[in-house]
């Protein structure tokens, strides 16, 4: 599945521009880098939509304890005494960019999908849709893309269902792919995994991790396209709902 966090940019330009007018003035940037860390610190509780605690939706667009976008990160920062809600070392901007993300949750598109089902949705992941190739679930998989095994924990399902029609539009940052040359004239592309001041450790596509001394590459580029292929026109509709609400269901042992 390609790649980088969260509803943050489908439709992020044309919501920041009517929120703005409405004088929050949030930008898309906003958005996606406060989707980014709700996706990172708060699904766990909260859940994808914002409506795993029972009586408590954050993707409403109405909160309990608070009005204001002020109020709102005060409670982000704060946390809520005598609840689970704890503090948070987020610090205003950041608290901030997570009240922008989840107002963007109210105004957000509807998927549009049919109604999917799980299983035959698991049978089009290890079947036609050879999914399973690049990932992996439960430890059963390729290793070239990410594990899925926790993905429907913190991705929406129309996040999802962008990833499978058009993986190049929304690629996270950490598995953003790159390219790499090397001065013997080999190259190889994979996935980043980490990289310091003399090394870049990689996951190449036919899933071999490599560890490559810096002084031996040539170039280094970050291809703009996914590695992942698109779903259009290779599945139907009904396929493409039945593969996201499969993934929905995968939430790992939380």
């Keep these: ?16 521009t009517a929120v703005h007018a409405q004088g929050h003035g949030y930008t898309p940037g906003d958005i996606e880098n406060g989707g980014q ?33 002020e109020e709102i990160v005060k409670i982000i920062i704060g946390g809520i005494p005598g609840t689970a809600m704890p503090p948070s070392n987020f610090s205003e901007g950041q608290a901030g960019t997570i009240v922008a993300y989840l107002r963007s949750l109210a105004t957000a598109p509807s998927t549009g999908m049919l109604k999917g089902d799980a299983a035959r949705g698991q049978a089009l992941f290890t079947g036609k849709g050879q999914c399973r190739n690049c990932h992996s679930v439960a430890g059963v998989g390729g290793r070239s893309g990410p594990s899925l095994s926790e ?31 090397m001065r013997d004239g080999t190259t190889m592309t994979g996935r980043l995994l980490n990289q310091d001041t003399f090394t870049i450790q990689l996951l190449d596509t036919s899933g071999r991790l490599r ?39 995968l939430k790992g042992r939380r």
């Design 37 to 69: 860390l709700y996706q990172a610190n708060c699904t766990a509780c909260h859940g994808p939509d914002g409506d795993g605690i029972p009586s408590v939706n954050l993707g409403s667009g109405k909160f309990r304890r608070g009005t204001t976008d």
């Design 1 to 16: 599945m390609g790649t980088r966090a969260i509803l943050i940019s489908m439709l992020a330009l044309a919501w920041a």
């Design 151 to 181: 993905i429907g924990a913190s991705r929406r399902a129309i996040e999802l269902q962008r990833a499978l029609l058009e993986p190049s539009a929304d690629i996270r940052s950490d598995h953003r792919p790159v390219r790499v040359a």
């Design 211 to 249: 560890l490559l001394d810096k002084s031996a590459i040539r170039e280094f580029t970050i291809p703009k396209e996914s590695l992942m292929p698109s779903y259009k026109g290779k599945l139907s509709a009904q396929e493409i709902a039945d593969l996201v609400t499969y993934l929905t269901t």
